[in-house]
T-cell receptor
Framework: GNSVTQMEGPVTLSEEAFLTINCTYTATGYPSLFWYVQYPGEGLQLLLK?????DKGSNKGFEATYRKETTSFHLEKGSVQVSDSAVYFC????????????FGQGTRLTINP | DAGVTQSPTHLIKTRGQHVTLRCSPISGHKSVSWYQQVLGQGPQFIFQ???????GRGNFPDRFSARQFPNYSSELNVNALLLGDSALYLC???????????FGPGTRLTVL
């Protein structure tokens, strides 16, 4: 079945540091890939997405590239801010049937000033 | 425009009881999906409804059921509650069956 594995947390960085959160997936066919962010006490917000191989999703300084050859979708940001502190989830969605999002376990990110 | 709304925000029940959670989708959205998020884990898919019909079901027991109403709002029902049902229940709506999903703030269920 489909699954997502992401980097264990928690991750603690200083402001302006470079961020990478690793995400790899297992899926039949060619799924769409997503990064969601969950701020404390809130629901999930879509951060970025990519729907086919070599697509790059980007938003708010975050980027991730759909790598079919390595089945990866790593999240990166060049200079993090305190406001980026949140839990980040990598997810995939198969293209057939119900739009069932399959999530990784989440990575808690804390940015210190 | 209002986002996805869920009620109640928090709920405390005891084992064996029944619970009903409610979700109102974004206006114009015809699909609602339900997810269970246990503390420290990623959300797990429970159901998707589109145009008032069940379109997908995750690996959850028959104690979990749902329905979608003519106005596209939805209810999730859980019978015979277990301690392990304690979780954040998230509702997501989308315009169609395969469009981007927008999540609500969730209902925090605690089973004692």
């Amino acid at each position: 079945g489909n699954s997502v594995t992401q980097m264990e947390g928690p991750v603690t960085l200083s402001e302006e540091a470079f961020l990478t959160i690793n995400c790899t997936y297992t899926a039949t066919g060619y799924p769409s890939l997503f990064w969601y962010v969950q701020y404390p006490g809130e629901g999930l917000q879509l951060l970025l997405k990519a729907t086919k191989a070599d697509d790059k999703g980007s938003n708010k300084g975050f980027e991730a590239t759909y790598r079919k050859e390595t089945t990866s979708f790593h999240l990166e940001k060049g200079s993090v801010q305190v406001s980026d502190s949140a839990v980040y989830f990598c997810a995939l969605s198969a293209l057939q049937g119900a739009q069932k999002l399959v999530f990784g376990q989440g990575t808690r990110l804390t940015i210190n000033p | 425009d209002a986002g996805v709304t869920q009620s109640p925000t928090h709920l405390i029940k005891t084992r064996g009881q029944h619970v009903t959670l409610r979700c109102s989708p974004i206006s114009g959205h015809k699909s609602v999906s339900w997810y269970q998020q246990v503390l420290g884990q990623g959300p797990q898919f429970i159901f998707q409804y589109y145009e008032k019909e069940e379109r997908g079901r995750g690996n959850f027991p028959d104690r979990f059921s749902a329905r979608q109403f003519p106005n596209y709002s939805s209810e999730l029902n859980v019978n015979a509650l277990l301690l392990g049902d304690s979780a954040l229940y998230l509702c997501a709506s989308s315009r169609g069956q395969h469009n981007e999903q927008f999540f609500g703030p969730g209902t925090r269920l605690t089973v004692l």
